[in-house]
């Protein structure tokens, strides 16, 4: 027996409209939906072992949208298998006009960020094998950063995004 959880299971998100957004996590993550309730709610997977990793419950088109910076939940992270499956998940949502908040270089990762319809925070994201982490301890300090581990179709948009942030 052990107090350490095993792994997190599940991401619970508020939504305006389950129906539309099971529709759009469909099209755009291609999420398996296990269970639909009209009105209420939808528990969808991309690990479709798992019964659900995100359950999007409904509060109706008149709830209010979450402020930016507000205490809460930032985004929702689904881990891709390879740096060439997440190549074709930018593609997919450069396809889908889904806008892409940023993209961070995390030097053991590369993740991409973007927003449901809802405003709900989501990322798609590749990490390395630990074996290949620039280093096992600090994982995330500013000399480990930006390494530029994760060449593709992203470079530009990334370089526009550094060039758009005033020196420190």
């Not at 099209?27 to 969808?44: K, Q």
């Not at 892409?100 to 590369?110: E, K, N, T």
């Not at 000399?143 to 994760?150: A, E, K, Y």
Request: proline share 6%; glycine share 8%; net charge negative.
């Amino acid at each position: 027996m052990s107090y350490r959880p095993k792994h997190l299971g599940h991401v619970n998100l508020y939504v305006r409209n389950a129906e539309r957004s099971r529709q759009w996590y469909e099209d755009v993550l291609g999420l398996h939906t296990y269970h639909f309730r009209p009105g209420r709610a939808a528990f969808m997977s991309a690990d479709e072992e798992k019964s659900h990793e995100i359950a999007l419950m409904e509060l109706g088109d008149d709830a209010p949208l979450q402020l930016k910076r507000q205490v809460g939940l930032n985004h929702a992270a689904f881990m891709m298998e390879s740096l060439d499956d997440l190549k074709e998940a930018y593609a997919r949502l450069k396809a889908k006009g889904v806008k892409i908040d940023h993209i961070s270089d995390h030097g053991l990762s590369l993740g991409i960020y973007f927003r449901d319809p809802d405003g709900n925070g989501l990322e798609v994201s590749y990490e390395l094998p630990r074996e290949k982490w620039p280093r096992q301890e600090s994982v995330f300090a500013p000399d480990v950063v930006n390494l530029g581990l994760f060449p593709g179709p992203w470079d530009e948009e990334i370089a526009r995004q550094r060039a758009a942030v005033p020196a420190q």
